[in-house]
């Protein structure tokens, strides 16, 4: 069965720190990659996510994210993070698995950062 | 342009009691949508989806079910609450058969005492 694991349940961070999420799915076909972001009180919105072509994905916010195949990860980064980036985020995988609607998105269990301003 | 609605927003409902929870889609024609369950480090888990009016797709046996009387409306609901139901209830939707972006509503929290 497909799953996702996201290693880190809390990440704390000073503004400026450069901020990198892990992510690793399990499934060996083809695989279709997301990121999301709950800000607090707010919807889960979409950050980015990956479908084909281009392995690194540029997202909202300045945040990216790298597809490596051979790591089944899709790890999320950004560079320099800003107070209003503390939120929970979610990595998801979507496989071609379901006869069903291929819209089922197997979520991990999120990761929770909070930016010291 | 598309909005989804969930409502109630918030919840508290004695063990026994029953649930409804509902889900409206404006702005789109059949869509998938999907019933999802928040619970605090456990990620969101997949409760049901629905590709059609009537057709109900479940991917975790529980207590809960839920029922799609119309195109854009879902319905999550339980005819006795236990106390593990608590939690925060996501609907979404996303349109065709391929791998679409999913838009979540705000969610419903609700606490079974």
């Known amino acids: 069965a497909q799953s996702v694991s996201q290693h880190n349940h809390h990440v704390i961070l000073s503004e400026a720190a450069s901020l990198e999420l892990g992510c690793n799915y399990s499934?060996?076909?083809?695989?279709?990659l997301f990121w999301y972001v709950q800000y607090p009180g707010q919807h889960l919105q979409l950050l980015l996510k990956?479908?084909?072509?281009?392995?690194l994905v540029k997202g909202i916010k300045g945040f990216e994210a790298e597809f490596i195949k051979s790591k089944f990860s899709f790890n999320l980064r950004k560079p320099s993070v800003q107070w209003s980036d503390t939120a929970e985020y979610f990595c998801?995988?979507?496989?071609?698995?379901?006869?069903?609607?291929?819209?089922?998105?197997?979520f991990g269990k999120g990761t929770k950062l909070s930016v010291k301003p | 342009s598309q909005t989804i609605h969930q409502w109630p927003a918030t919840l508290v409902q004695p063990v026994g009691s029953p649930l409804s929870l509902e889900c409206t889609v404006e702005?789109?024609?059949?869509?998938?949508l999907y019933w999802y369950r928040q619970a605090a480090g456990r990620g969101l888990q997949l409760l049901f989806y629905?590709?059609?009016?009537?057709?109900i797709s479940s991917e975790v046996p529980q207590n809960l079910s839920a029922s799609r009387p119309q195109d854009r409306q879902f319905i999550l609901s339980s005819k006795k609450l236990l106390l593990s139901d608590s939690g925060f209830y996501l609907c979404?939707?996303?349109?065709?058969?391929?791998?679409?972006?999913?838009?979540f509503g705000a969610g419903s929290r609700l606490t079974v005492l």
């Open positions: 629905s590709v059609g009016i009537g057709q």
């Open positions: 998801a995988v979507n496989g071609h698995l379901y006869g069903g609607s291929q819209g089922n998105l197997i």
């Open positions: 702005g789109t024609s059949n869509p998938n």
């Open positions: 499934y060996g076909g083809t695989v279709n």
């Open positions: 979404a939707w996303n349109l065709g058969a391929g791998a679409n972006v999913l838009t």
């Open positions: 990956y479908f084909s072509g281009d392995p």
